[in-house]
């Protein structure tokens, strides 16, 4: 396994993140020499029409951001539960059809894996939304970032689509190949801008 530092975005609304984050989670829960960064991004202030109010001023209209600041607060502050509460997070939304901006939801989700829900809640509400404001715009300023899931190396970033999974328990080997691919491009072929099969196969 390659020793590798890189960053990568998530907004749990998004398959394509989950997917990524899972084989990120299985290689990390492997033991795969990566130092990995987890970086909020709010794909609903990313469709912010011109002149319209931000995630940050309505967040109540927003369906992603409760479960985004969750995710932040858990990974500053519960960092052993990350893992499990972030898998746990994406499959509330798409294994389970979940909505992740009701409190109850979070709430049960949270517990599911040990976490004191109410205390997470209770740090969303007291600044979590200014977390998560800060990554998001630090990373649309530094990277041009405006989508997840975003893999971020030094100064390169680039946006990916990984069409399979790796839930809890799937073998290692596939996800740590997968990462350390992206991250191979990423950081040693940056000239490679874009790659995209014309069909998916069924």
């Known amino acids: 396994m390659t020793s590798a530092t890189f960053a990568i975005t998530w907004d749990y609304r998004c398959p394509f993140a989950r997917n990524a984050h899972e084989h990120v989670l299985t290689g990390l829960a492997a033991g795969a020499d990566w130092n990995v960064g987890f970086i909020p991004f709010s794909l609903g202030q990313a469709h912010v029409e011109e002149g319209q109010p931000s995630v940050w001023e309505k967040p109540e209209q927003d369906s992603g951001i409760l479960a985004l600041q969750a995710g932040v607060v858990i990974r500053d502050e519960y960092p052993e539960l990350f893992p499990a509460a972030h898998r746990a997070l994406f499959a509330a939304r798409h294994d389970e059809g979940r ?19 109410d205390e997470v809640l209770a740090r969303v509400d007291d600044g979590g939304l200014a977390r998560v404001q ?15 899931p975003t893999f971020i190396a030094d100064d390169q970033s680039v946006f990916v689509r990984l069409m399979n999974r790796a839930p809890f328990g799937a073998e290692a080997a596939p996800s740590v190949r997968a990462v350390e691919r992206v991250v191979d491009l990423l950081t040693g072929w940056p000239e490679l801008n874009e790659f995209k099969h014309t069909s998916i196969p069924r």
């Open 134 to 148: 800060a990554e998001h715009e630090r990373y649309v300023a530094s990277h041009t970032v405006w989508g997840v």
């Open 99 to 117: 909505h992740l901006e009701d409190r109850t939801v979070i709430r049960e989700t949270l517990t599911a894996v040990g976490l004191p829900a």
